[in-house]
């Protein structure tokens, strides 16, 4: 598998070279949510704002107001977490075109509680006029920002940094508002299960399918990069056709984020499938490595597997060595400015 | 000692007749606007036109450069933005046309909504009829104004909000290259609030001089004395020491009041400090000490008083 390195910090000095409307905005975290090119390449639209959120947000609301595009770069717990009023009526209320770039979802970052964006995409979709998106490999990276060029209103991206695997054909862009097609056993039949992953759980679920499809169950495997608006038509027909039924994965508790959009798809439709949502439940999580955490809340490979084999009543005795291997990140990598 | 002596700071040239007589006109007009509507809906923001009176009289009549137009009837609610409404609120017609040589003018507590709709129509920018819009449902002239009310340009109703928004369009007007400025109407209670410091350091830190903020300080808050709920003093220690150009002025003298709006920017935010009394030109009021903020009639004879006293202004 290809690994990447600082790929949206390449990826902005390149698709921002002639637009000089777009202004990065900085809250003390320049290298470690990798603007740091793009501050050396254009200083002069680089705005740095310390450590002050609050500010940052409804700032960012009056430059959108005067026709600039301001691109907030923090970790995503200070986005949502910190300044979620200013967020909320300065920039989502008015409906401003400002990209709000929250990096370190979930349990990949070992800094704790308070730097784990867990909640983010519960938040940010139940909010009005909030496109919500979300990156999980090197091509989304690189794709993103075209994909959402042009929404009017104010977009939220769920941020990936350091060394990034590339899952998706470098030529298949990221399309909005799209779900992504990782493997499809019957196109246009019927198949056992139907997955829907995101984020960083694509790659765990990628291991998973290839495992359980070796054992003869047949998969339809479906990514999601847009929250909100959510295709859930098309959802809805890979629910449809799920044999046993369907299991939602996600770096995120599984309360307002995949799990919950896919059960409202299936909810509203009255279709009588199971759903089983893997992610967190209900709990806060502690700072240790990507993989711990992942192993310990049940996000991997193996916790796919395992709640397959409950769905289908069946036991495929795959043993962690029969899922390809894990990727273990480096803790300190020159991919990444701190070990956090 | 940043607080620069005023008298020595040139006024702009006025017309024949005197812009403070026009002022003066102007500030009584919004007190008698305002108590009209608080006796009509029996209770209201009222001290907020005592206080705020000649700082709004003194923005509109000298300090603020605003295209010219006709007054205006509020138009109907026209719906939250959303994907098919965004841009130019609607309110920001009251202030004429735009232009990169105009100001803007935000008022950050829509608390003070009905104070500015009564500066709006006494400065001609409003149809007086507006104001019978005033708190009706399916209208703009909201009780604490939105960014589709009259004269109001973005969401404020949070307190400390309205200065972080406009100082990032005042960042941005400068780096266009326009020479308006942006003027800002604040209340002390934002100074408790984490945000207003925020940005007083960001826009001291980005020399944002063209912009200028007016803190109407008259030391009442919802809870009664600001000294009691949450002291801010000392404001002006505090202002200059985030590195603001400070003057603290009386909020009723007009030449106070219009005098730090006409210094050529030096890199620093404006910040006027203007000492309000919350019961000028209503003594009566002061019996409700240490509760300002929403003013309801305790009892007939109460309401009558306060007739009586409108029919006297």
């Known amino acids: ?340 | 000692m940043a607080t620069q002596d005023i008298a020595e700071l040139e006024l702009r040239p006025t017309a024949s007749t005197s812009w403070q007589d026009e002022a003066r006109r102007v500030a009584r007009g919004i007190r008698r606007r305002v108590l009209e509507h608080v006796i009509l809906n029996k209770g209201g923001y009222l001290s907020q036109a005592c206080s705020a009176g000649e700082i709004l009289a003194t923005l509109y009549t000298n300090v603020l450069n605003l295209g010219r137009v006709k007054p205006l009837l509020p138009g109907p609610f026209p719906g939250v933005p959303g994907p098919n409404y965004r841009g130019l609120s609607p309110g920001t017609a009251l202030h004429g046309p735009r232009a990169p040589h105009f100001d803007r003018f935000i008022l950050s507590p829509s608390q003070y909504a009905l104070i500015l709709y009564a500066a709006l129509v006494e400065v001609g920018r409003m149809a007086p009829e507006g104001l019978l819009d005033f708190n009706r449902d399916g209208g703009t002239v909201e009780m604490i104004g939105a960014e589709h009310s009259p004269g109001h340009e973005l969401m404020s109703g949070s307190l400390g909000q309205g200065l972080s928004q406009a100082s990032g369009i005042a960042y941005a007007r400068k780096r266009k290259g326009e020479t308006g400025r942006v003027w800002v109407l604040m209340s002390d209670g934002e100074f408790q609030s984490g945000q207003t410091w925020e940005t007083l350091q960001a826009m001291s830190f980005h020399k944002i001089d063209n912009l200028g903020i007016y803190v109407d300080v008259n030391g009442h808050q919802c809870d009664g004395r600001m000294n009691q709920t949450m002291n801010i003093e000392p404001l002006e220690k505090r202002v200059e020491a985030f590195g603001c150009r400070t003057f603290r002025v009386d909020g009723h003298d007009l030449d106070a009041l219009a005098a730090p709006a006409h210094l050529l920017p030096d890199g620093r935010p404006i910040v006027v400090l203007a000492m309000t009394d919350t019961c000028r030109e209503m003594e009566i009021l002061r019996v409700n000490a240490p509760k300002f903020h929403y003013f309801r009639f305790k009892d007939e004879a109460e309401y009558r008083r306060y007739q009586d006293l409108l029919a006297s202004l």
């Open chain 1, 1 to 340: 598998m290809e690994i990447l390195s600082r790929v949206h910090a390449k990826n902005l000095v390149r698709w921002a070279k002639d637009r000089p409307n777009v202004l990065v905005l900085s809250a003390d975290l320049t290298s470690s949510t990798e603007i740091d090119l793009f501050k050396d390449a254009y200083p002069d639209r680089f705005i740095s704002l310390g450590v002050a959120e609050q500010n940052m947000l409804s700032f960012a609301g009056g430059l959108a107001r005067e026709g600039f595009l301001p691109f907030i770069h923090t970790f995503a717990v200070f986005i949502y977490r910190r300044a979620y009023d200013q967020m909320a009526m300065s920039v989502a209320y008015p409906n401003m075109p400002v990209r709000m770039f929250g990096f370190l979802p979930g349990i990949t970052s070992p800094g704790g509680a308070s730097h784990q964006a867990i909640e983010d995409i519960a938040m940010m979709r139940s909010l009005p006029n909030m496109t919500v998106v979300e990156v999980g490999d090197a091509t989304e990276i690189e794709t993103v920002l075209d994909a959402i060029d042009g929404v009017p209103g104010p977009v939220y991206v769920r941020m990936l940094r350091g060394e990034v695997p590339r899952l998706f054909d470098a030529a298949v862009p990221m399309q909005l508002g799209k779900l992504r097609s990782v493997a499809n056993d019957n196109p246009g039949g019927e198949i056992d299960l139907t997955i829907f992953s995101s984020g960083i759980c694509t790659e765990e679920a990628m291991r998973a399918t290839q495992a359980l499809r070796q054992r003869g169950v047949s998969i339809r495997h479906l990514h999601v990069s847009t929250h909100k608006p959510f295709a859930s038509e098309a959802a809805l027909e890979a629910v449809a056709t799920a044999r046993y039924g369907v299991i939602s994965m996600e770096n995120h508790v599984i309360t307002g984020g995949l799990g919950s959009a896919v059960a409202e798809v299936i909810a509203e439709a009255g279709i009588p499938k199971r759903l089983v949502r893997i992610g967190l439940r209900d709990t806060f999580v502690h700072g240790a490595s990507r993989s711990y955490l992942m192993k310990e809340y049940g996000l991997d490979a193996p916790a796919l597997v395992r709640e397959t084999e409950k769905l289908l009543h069946a036991k495929f005795d795959i043993s962690e060595c029969d899922l390809a291997a894990v990727r273990i990140e480096a803790v300190h990598s020159d991919a990444k400015a701190e070990a956090l």
